[in-house]
Structure formats: C-alpha cells, structure tokens
C-alpha cells in the first residue's frame, strides 16, 4: 500500500483482520482487558500505577539506543509528554477517571492521533516488547498474571490495529495534522 492518503477504504473487520492476521490477537481478545474485575485502574495501584508504567515504557523506548530507528518514531514528543498522554490514556481506559478526555477531547481516536507517525508492523511489534518488559518489571503489575495476559492481549491487537488503520486514513481522520510522514516507513 502506498503512503499516500488516497480514496482506499476497509472496513472495520477488515481492519480487525489484519490486526489479528499481524499480531495474533482477535478484537475480542483486546476487549477482555478493559472489562477485568476488579479493574486493571484497581490492581494496578489507580493513577500512581499506571503513571509507574508508563514512566518504565518510556524509560525503556528512550534507553533503546541499538535501535535508533525505534527512538525516531518518538522524536516529535518529549518523554515527559510522551508518559503524560500514555498515562492519561491507561487510566481512562482501564476504569479510571476521564484524564486522556481532559486533555485530549471527547475522542480518543487511537489510529488518527498516530497516523502521521511513520510506522509499521515491526515497529508495533517492538512497542509491544517494551511495553511487556514495562509490566513485567511493574512493581504491582508483575506479580498479576491475569491482567498481564489481557494488557498484553489489548496492547497487541491495538498496535497492530493502529498500523493497519494508517494506511487508510482520509485527511479528515488525522489528528495533529494533514500529511503522513514520508520518511521510512518503520
């Protein structure tokens, strides 16, 4: 597919597909974690958990220096930005307070806000390995299996989902912008 934002369309189960296809987990699959009881917002220790993690994410993308190509993704945030809106976000979505909406606006919006970051599945797959060392090295999230598998399904399926969607973008569907990064595509 080309990078070019053109008339394309795919449905969301085909969107769904190619997450699936890509990373192994179904849409279903990525629900069960936001719907966990007691919530993942609760296990994990409310917003002083998920900032933790977040901040152990981050330390790790930033630490990454044998894959500078990685680290680029990331060259138009700050870190501090970066755990601030990836905090916010967890928080809302696994069952705590509206923070990412405080912030951000009604919409999450997931694959439009990161539409015009140059990426693809390997780079989806590497997130998703820093995030799993993230929980893993949680000092409240590493002892929880449970909600480990389901983070880990949720964010599997999403970050797949999030490449997929990309390259069907209409310009009225980006955030932050009208044009896609023409650089590599990661």
């Known amino acids: 597919h080309s990078l070019s934002l053109s008339l394309c369309t795919m449905s969301k189960q085909e969107l769904q597909a190619a997450a699936l296809e890509h990373g192994g987990v179904s849409y279903e699959e990525s629900l069960v974690a936001a719907k966990l009881e007691p919530s993942i917002y609760e296990r994990i220790g409310k917003e002083d958990g998920f900032l933790k993690l977040s901040q152990l994410f981050y330390d790790r993308v930033y630490d990454d220096t044998e894959n500078q190509w990685f680290i680029n993704i990331f060259s138009s945030s700050t870190k501090s930005s970066a755990i601030d809106n990836q905090y916010r976000f967890l928080v809302q979505t696994f069952g705590g307070p ?82 896609l990064d023409p650089g590599q595509n990661w």
Request: proline share 0%; aromatic share 12%; net charge positive.
């Open 98 to 179: 509206a923070l990412y909406r405080e912030k951000k606006g009604k919409y999450t919006r997931l694959a439009g806000r990161h539409a015009n970051f140059s990426i693809g599945h390997r780079s989806a797959s590497h997130w998703v390995e820093h995030m799993k060392y993230a929980m893993e090295n949680h000092d409240i999230l590493g002892k929880d299996d449970e909600a480990k598998k389901h983070l880990m399904n949720y964010f599997t399926y999403t970050s797949h989902y999030i490449v997929a969607a990309r390259e069907y973008m209409r310009e009225d569907q980006l955030s932050g912008g009208t044009q």
